[in-house]
């Protein structure tokens, strides 16, 4: 038997979710993402018919494919218009974690549908270059027509990359870096078409089928990176490092046993199982994980929600093969063991640690004077103790 005349309360599997404030998600920010996609599309609009129909007069088939590639653009816009709102919709009763996703699924298909457009253009440049009798010589005209499309695109990565950054939306930065491949891959028509008015007649066609290569290889990049978000990829290892890092240096910590990342359009989740003091009060354990929650939130700037699951032990391998007494049953075993104490209890606590339980009597300061009670309830406690062997110990608090 074990007196102390001081006792506290500890917390055992509590779990409290967070999530950021959303202004950061407010209608302004869904503006700016539309009005950046807008913007690009009026240009891809206009690249693509200003590409095909000089690259059709200038006799450029190079100069075609970029068109083709431009209009994949537009394609691309549509699809991030449409993303966009539909995954700034609030969250509701059947998508309880927003509606995100939409964006991650709009990438998935704008990388489908830029691998279909990247194959499509290099087999039919190809096919040209088996019969190369019949290569078009392209122009003057056409070479100008692609130096105006490099400025034109590079202009357009950096101003949907700044919205990008502003609104967050990975969806915006990759379409922004599809918008520069467009500059890229009109450089490699520059100088394919350049090549061909020096006297290399393949240039052109060469040039074709490398920006056909680059269409599709950001394409095979969207698929991939918006299925590593669909299947709950965790964060880089050295955010996920870092996260912990932050963690463990929170007052009240004292170690994490489970830590679960992952991405929901351009916001992070976090799921964090911490360690405190078994002693301490369910309300102090509730603090330490708000501290927790709030820490994360505050310093990393894509973290939105959090979810801290707050332990006295690690116990993810523990009562796999034991199940632990529950509330009732310690209430039964005291009626059992303990009927001439009970008209005396006030409350009883039960701290599970280690497989087993501890159990905390609360009686009535008057009480630890009778000292003929307290060497009976010795040797029940040493009886209890041979009789149940999940229970550890049993501890005695007096209170005034």
């Not at 056409?142 to 609104?167: M, P």
Request: hydrophobic share 45%; no cysteine; net charge negative.
């Amino acid at each position: 038997m074990s007196k102390n005349h001081s006792h506290g309360k500890h917390t055992h599997g509590h779990s409290h979710s967070h999530t950021k404030d959303t202004e950061v998600l407010t209608p302004d920010l869904s503006k700016l993402k539309r009005r950046a996609s807008y913007v690009g599309a009026f240009i891809n609009v206009l690249q693509t018919l200003i590409k095909i129909t000089f690259g059709i007069l200038g006799q450029s088939a190079a100069l075609v494919a970029d068109g083709i590639h431009s209009l994949s653009d537009l394609l691309s816009d549509a699809l991030v218009i449409t993303a966009v709102r539909l995954g700034s919709r609030d969250a509701d009763a059947e998508h309880p974690y927003g509606h995100r996703r939409f964006e991650t699924i709009a990438s998935v298909i704008l990388g489908s549908s830029l691998i279909v457009i990247g194959i499509g253009i290099g087999w039919a440049v190809f096919e040209r270059m088996t019969n190369p009798e019949n290569l078009p010589v392209p122009n003057e005209l056409s070479l100008a027509i692609t130096a105006v499309s490099i400025l034109l695109n590079e202009w357009l990565y950096h101003y949907t990359k700044r919205i990008a950054k502003i609104t967050r939306s990975k969806l915006l930065l990759a379409n922004a870096w599809h918008q520069r491949s467009d500059a890229f891959s009109s450089i490699v028509v520059l100088i394919g078409i350049g090549a061909v008015m020096l006297g290399y007649p393949l240039a052109d066609a060469v040039a074709a089928i490398i920006v056909a290569l680059l269409v599709t290889k950001i394409g095979l990049n969207l698929i991939i990176d918006g299925i590593k978000e669909l299947v709950d990829t965790a964060l880089p290892k050295n955010l996920v490092a870092e996260i912990r890092h932050t963690i463990l240096d929170i007052d009240g910590v004292e170690d994490i046993h489970l830590l679960r990342t992952r991405y929901m359009g351009e916001d992070a989740l976090i799921d964090a199982h911490i360690i405190v003091d078994s002693r301490i009060s369910v309300s102090e354990g509730h603090r330490i994980g708000d501290r927790v929650r709030d820490e994360l939130i505050e310093k990393f700037d894509d973290v939105m929600e959090v979810l801290v699951h707050v332990d006295p032990e690690n116990d993810e391998a523990l009562y796999e093969n034991v199940k632990p007494l529950a509330r009732a049953d310690v209430q039964h075993l005291l009626t059992q063991y303990f009927p001439y104490l009970l008209p005396y209890l006030n409350d009883f606590r039960i701290h599970y640690l280690n497989q087993q339980i501890e159990i905390e009597l609360i009686l009535p300061f008057n009480v630890s004077k009778q000292t003929d009670l307290l060497a009976s309830v010795n040797v029940t406690i040493e009886q209890l103790q041979r009789d149940v062997s999940q229970v550890k110990s049993v501890f005695l608090f007096f209170k005034m």
